[in-house]
């Protein structure tokens, strides 16, 4: 169906395992800050099912501050020393929307790149995707991370999505990135009730032409609806990846591998 890579989408839905070698995540901020741990967490991943491993080494949660440009590196580039070393055939993503980082990343050997801001915080990103030649996750945000929930007016916000989506797509073709993936950055820049309005519309975003990401794992749409904490979000999370799969979703991005690929062998037999 889509033009990729065939060892990065050999089959869908594709479940990415998410892994935060960062301090301040919203779920699991902490957890995986030694290598041990990082091996434990990517050794799950990949046992549980999962198909990508997604990096990040910098929160972006709402009200989330920036760490240093090298202190991102180092934590990335040392997570895809350790993963590659033990699981030389594993599919890495690198969740960043630093140019430098990137192209350190895929030096090291990541695969493909997933940024939440779709190239709009780092002018340098899509030029060096170009340069890269790796996939690219292009997600739609508002504003960083620290003040994106202070920005969720639209007019229309499918149309202001689609009409942002088109500018960023243009600008990749540019530098010769077809390779895309959409993600319509749920928590990002939106409200409780206009993630579930994006939920429902979701196939609205096929019309791209580009498979679309979900990522809405124990995410506040989730947990502040039903008056519960990220922790105990599992069951709505499963709830509302079922939706997005039924919904034509080709990526779930989760925290619970083995939950959601549980999910998809349900969906596939009713849709696929």
């Not at 149309?159 to 989506?165: G, I, K, N, S, V």
Request: hydrophobic share 40%; aromatic share 8%; charged share 20%.
């Amino acid at each position: 169906m889509y033009n990729f890579n065939k060892k990065l989408f050999s089959t869908t839905p594709i479940i990415m395992g998410i892994l935060n070698v960062t301090e301040d995540s919203f779920y699991d901020g902490g957890r995986y800050m030694t290598e041990k741990n990082i091996l434990r967490r990517a050794e799950q991943i990949l046992t549980e099912g999962g198909n990508i491993i997604d990096i990040g080494a910098m929160s972006t949660r709402p009200n989330a501050l920036e760490i240093p440009e090298e202190e991102e590196i180092s934590r990335i580039v040392s997570a895809v020393n350790i993963i590659r070393d033990r699981f030389p055939d594993s599919t890495l993503s690198i969740d960043t929307y630093r140019a430098s980082v990137a192209v350190a990343a895929v030096e090291a050997g990541a695969d493909m790149i997933n940024d939440i801001s779709g190239g709009t915080f780092d002018t340098n990103m899509i030029p060096a995707v170009g340069k890269l030649q790796v996939p690219y996750c292009l997600m739609h945000t508002t504003a960083k991370p620290s003040v994106m929930q202070q920005h969720t007016e639209y007019e229309d916000i499918l149309a202001e999505m689609l009409q942002f989506f088109g500018r960023q797509i243009e600008k990749l073709h540019a530098h010769h990135v077809h390779d895309i993936i959409i993600d319509p950055g749920f928590g990002f820049g939106k409200t409780l009730e206009q993630n579930y309005f994006l939920m429902k519309n979701l196939q609205v975003f096929h019309e791209l032409g580009h498979p679309v990401l979900v990522g809405i794992s124990r995410k506040s749409m989730i947990y502040k609806l039903l008056d519960t904490t990220p922790d105990n979000a599992l069951n709505g999370t499963t709830a509302l990846n079922t939706v997005a799969l039924m919904k034509g979703a080709d990526i779930l991005r989760v925290h619970d591998v083995k939950e959601a690929v549980e999910v998809r062998k349900i969906v596939s037999l009713l849709t696929f």
